[in-house]
């Protein structure tokens, strides 16, 4: 069984048992799961249901390895540059995205 959620701004193809990093949101620190009610697609082999845009009652839940705190990790560091041309002039700036790692539980349709 698998489902498609969205996340944040992204689309996540996940089946229980997948480690997963997804855009940082706001969760209570000592919190140990997650529910992921944006689901768009769900299938267990033969049976497909698809959300127009999302399955009601549908739901993904996710739990972090201790706890929301200490399941933060950092994606890889980006360096985008800015140049002109022919006029000396050049920018580079860093970026390093956060992520929560999270392990799904169950998928429920």
């Keep these: 069984m698998y489902a498609v959620i969205e996340q944040g701004s992204k689309q996540y193809k996940v089946a229980q048992g997948d480690v997963i990093n997804i855009e940082l949101t706001e969760v209570d620190d000592n919190a ?5 009610d944006k689901v768009l697609f ?18 993904v839940i996710a739990s972090f390895k201790e ?8 994606g890889v560091k980006l360096y985008p540059t800015q140049m002109r041309r022919r006029k000396n002039s050049r920018r580079k700036i860093g970026h390093r995205q956060k992520y929560l ?3 799904v539980d169950a998928i429920e349709a």
Excluded: R
Aim: a negative charge.
């Design 32 to 36: 140990t799961t997650i529910e992921l």
């Design 42 to 59: 769900v299938s267990d082999g033969t049976d497909i249901k698809v959300g127009t845009p999302y399955i009601e009652g549908a739901k």
């Design 101 to 103: 790692q999270v392990i």
């Design 67 to 74: 706890t929301a705190a200490n399941s933060m990790v950092k």
